[in-house]
């Protein structure tokens, strides 16, 4: 069955970095598009990024432009979400998600398949 397995979440203070990693299995990876979504608590989950099969070409919510980037490894079969300048406001869970189509997506409806999710703290 296809999983995604989602790490590298943790608690960092304002202005910090992480990178998020997700782990695919069960699927043609590189014939997914990937997606970063996130969930603050009391609110709708919401996309943060996503990217197509090659690579070639990424979307990311305005608030996170210029900030994070993702990017994908298909020999690996893992997607990454690189965060820098983290915020307070950038605290949720995050899910990484998988869309069997070619076509980049920002809602959650389109995508098929998601992780458990990885908590990100960021203090203030």
């Known amino acids: 069955q296809v999983q995604l397995v989602e790490s590298g979440g943790g608690l960092v203070q304002a202005g910090g970095s992480l990178r998020l990693s997700c782990a695919a299995s069960?699927?043609?990876?590189?014939?997914?598009?990937m997606g970063w979504f996130r969930q603050a608590p009391g609110k709708e989950r919401e996309f943060v990024a996503g990217?197509?099969?090659?690579?070639?070409?990424?979307d990311c919510t305005d608030s996170v432009k210029g900030r994070f980037t993702i990017s994908r490894d298909n020999a690996k079969n893992t997607v990454y979400l690189q965060m820098n300048s983290l915020k307070p406001e950038d605290t949720a869970v995050y899910y990484c998600?998988?869309?069997?189509?070619?076509?980049?997506?920002?809602?959650?409806?389109?995508?098929?398949?998601w992780g458990q999710g990885t908590q990100v703290t960021v203090s203030s």
């Open positions: 998600a998988a869309r069997g189509d070619y076509k980049r997506s920002v809602y959650r409806s389109d995508y098929s398949y």
């Open positions: 069960g699927l043609t990876f590189s014939k997914n598009v």
């Open positions: 990217i197509s099969w090659t690579g070639g070409a990424t």
